[in-house]
Structures are given as C-alpha cells and as structure tokens.
C-alpha cells in the first residue's frame, strides 16, 4: 500500500460547482501536509499547506483529520482555469521530512 | 529569474548508455530532491539532499546515482539506461522547514 493515496479521478464538473478531494496516509508519523496543483506536461506548485485547524484561502479550503489520517481539499465555485492534477503531500517525521507525494487527482472543470 | 534550470528538457537515449540529467538551483536552498514522473504512479523520490555533502535514497533510487559538490547543482546520472527509466524527472529544491518545493520544469527521458 502506497503511503499517500488519492482517487485519481478524473473528476468532471460543470463551472460553479463545488468539488472535494480526499487523500489518506498510512503512517502516524505525520509532520506536515500540503496540497499541490500540477498543470498539463508542467511542474507541481504549492497550492497551499494544510494545518491542524483547518484553512482557507479564497475558494479553496483544507482540512486536516489525523485521527482519521487523512486530508481534504474542497474548491467552491470552479473556474476553467481550475482544471488540473491535484497532489497530496506529506511529510513524515521517521523519514527525515522528505515529501512524499500521492499519485495525483484530476480535476476537469467544463463550461 | 531565480528558480531551478534543468537539461536536458528532452532527450532520447538508447539502453545501455549512460546519461547525467542536470540540475541547478540559484535560490541558495539546502535541500535538493529528484523525482520521478509516471502515469498512474505520481511523483516518486530518486534521491535526495539535504545540505551539500550529503546525499540519501529514496523510494525509487536502483539505476541512479546522485551527488552534491556545492550548494548549487545536483546533477542525477543513470549508468546505463534501461526502457524503464523512461520517465519524466523533476529536480526540486527547498530552503526553510516551510515544506514548500520548487520544481524545475521537468526532463522528459525516453530510453529506447
């Protein structure tokens, strides 16, 4: 089982509509999570980090359960230009902090 | 612009040859990683460094080796070339404990 899984989608939605991600990790030792966007054929970039409480950043929202060990992404109101691969990253504290990337969620916003 | 250079951006190789894919970072960041890109399998970890001196494996690290002389340049070398390696490779890099990567724009490697 791979330490960080996602649904790989594709997820298919009209504009305006609000979707969520899931991402699910396998080890306890958890130090830090974030969530990354990878569009068509370029390299990932930070989307946001994700901390214990919860946060917020315009349309996108993240949530962190560590009971339940796993971590969310909603993104109200879809824009076109949301349409990307979406990466769950986690950092793990017996791992020396290394980032250990999910295999990615696609989200396809139509008009 | 400050960043992460990598080269080649593409190349095409025949099994067996041996070929070093290039990494530079400008932003003075200690830690340096290279991944690599699958379908289906997402970002996997080659190698890794965290300060110049210093290398570590990490999830995918057979067929290559790393090394890191300087702060700057973290160069990934395959020894000899399998089908399998054909991938796409990202050269990343990060400075403070903020968890925050910086990629270069990938080097897409097809091993015939």
């Known amino acids: 089982r791979k330490e960080v899984e996602q649904d790989p989608g594709p997820f298919n939605v009209p504009e305006g509509a609000t979707v969520a991600f899931n991402c699910t990790y396998s080890?306890?030792?958890?130090?830090?999570f974030f969530w990354y966007r990878q569009d068509c054929r370029k390299e990932p970039k930070l989307l946001m980090s994700?901390?214990?409480s919860g946060n917020e950043d315009g349309r996108f929202t993240a949530q962190l359960n560590r009971a339940s060990q796993y971590i969310s992404l909603l993104i109200r109101d879809s824009k076109l230009s949301d349409s990307a691969t979406y990466l769950c990253?986690?950092?793990?504290?017996?791992?020396?902090?290394?980032?250990?990337f999910g295999q990615g969620t696609e989200l396809s916003v139509k008009p | 612009i400050a960043g992460i250079t990598q080269a080649p951006t593409s190349q095409i190789l025949a099994a067996g040859r041996r070929m070093t894919l290039r990494c530079t970072q400008d932003?003075?960041?200690?830690?340096m990683y290279w991944y690599r890109q699958d379908l289906g399998l997402g970002l996997r970890l080659i190698h890794y460094?965290?300060?110049?001196?210093?290398?570590g494996k990490g999830e995918v690290p057979d067929g290559y080796s790393v090394s890191r002389a300087n702060t700057d340049d973290f160069p990934l070398t395959l020894a000899s070339a399998v089908p399998s390696q054909t991938s796409v490779y990202f050269c990343?890099?990060?400075?403070?404990?903020?968890?925050?990567?910086?990629f270069g724009e990938g080097s897409r490697l097809t091993v015939l």
């Open positions: 990343a890099s990060s400075g403070t404990n903020t968890g925050e990567l910086f």
């Open positions: 080890n306890s030792a958890s130090q830090s």
């Open positions: 994700v901390y214990s």
């Open positions: 990253v986690v950092t793990f504290y017996n791992q020396g902090g290394k980032l250990i």
């Open positions: 932003m003075r960041h200690n830690a």
């Open positions: 460094s965290n300060t110049a001196g210093t290398t």
